[in-house]
């Protein structure tokens, strides 16, 4: 069955990169885009960008000068990388499967991550 | 950029009928489809897809979900309300990238 997990480190520093990792069965990241949420007390839930199935991605703007997507799909894995940390940055971030046209229907559990000095 | 718009709140009764709304400020409709989506999310847990497309249904969810409108206005109905169904619900929209309403908890009289 679809199932996705998020991985990453629960606490970064102010300034620091976050990384976070998005593994994926039951479907072909070759397949369908992969899209990533995160929920923050301040703005609640975000749209951060996406990976198509060919590999080329979208930001949002809000995020576009310190956010990157990529994925290894040999190993079934999308990654998020985030630079330049804030405290508001703070909240759960979600990897979904977005299936088209442009709903999410499958989701993974979400990271805390904290960002706190 | 599209702005969705909900109700923070909305309390009802077992075995009633609640009625979410979402207001866009664009439309949007494209090519015969409203591309306006629902989620259910428990505390704790992540965002659940309710319905796509306006009114269709996601697979595996009650038929007690419903989901209608087009253009500017969107309502989600829960009909008849169960213990369960104790949730916030987003609104999200596809129709230009991708935003999320702000929320509706759902809580019982």
């Known amino acids: 069955q679809v199932q996705l997990k998020e991985t990453g480190p629960g606490l970064v520093q102010p300034t620091q990169t976050l990384s976070i990792t998005c593994t994926v069965s039951?479907?072909?990241?070759?397949?369908?885009?992969m899209q990533w949420v995160r929920q923050t007390p301040g703005k609640g839930l975000e749209w951060m960008g996406f990976?198509?199935?060919?590999?080329?991605?979208e930001y949002n703007s809000e995020f576009k000068s310190r956010l990157s997507i990529s994925r290894d799909t040999s190993k079934n894995q999308v990654f998020l990388k985030m630079n330049s940390l804030k405290t508001e940055d703070t909240g759960v971030y979600y990897c979904?499967?977005?299936?088209?046209?442009?709903?999410?229907?499958?989701w993974g559990q979400g990271v805390m991550v904290t960002v706190s000095s | 950029d599209i702005v969705l718009t909900q109700s923070p709140a909305l309390a009802v009764s077992l075995g009633q009928r609640a009625t979410i709304s979402c207001k866009t400020n664009?439309?949007?409709?494209?090519?015969?489809?409203?591309?306006m989506h629902w989620y259910q999310q428990k505390p704790g847990q992540q965002p659940k897809l309710l319905i796509y497309?306006?009114?269709n249904l996601a697979s595996g969810i009650p038929a007690r979900f419903s989901g209608r409108g087009s253009g500017t206005d969107f309502t989600l109905t829960i009909d008849p309300v169960e213990a369960d169904d104790t949730a916030t619900y987003y609104c999200?929209?596809?129709?230009?990238?991708?935003?999320f309403g702000a929320g509706t908890k759902l809580e019982l009289k």
């Open positions: 039951g479907f072909s990241l070759t397949s369908y885009y």
């Open positions: 990976i198509r199935s060919g590999g080329s991605t």
């Open positions: 497309l306006a009114s």
């Open positions: 664009q439309n949007v409709d494209y090519y015969g489809n409203s591309y």
């Open positions: 999200q929209q596809s129709r230009n990238l991708y935003t």
């Open positions: 979904a499967r977005e299936m088209g046209p442009h709903y999410f229907d499958y």
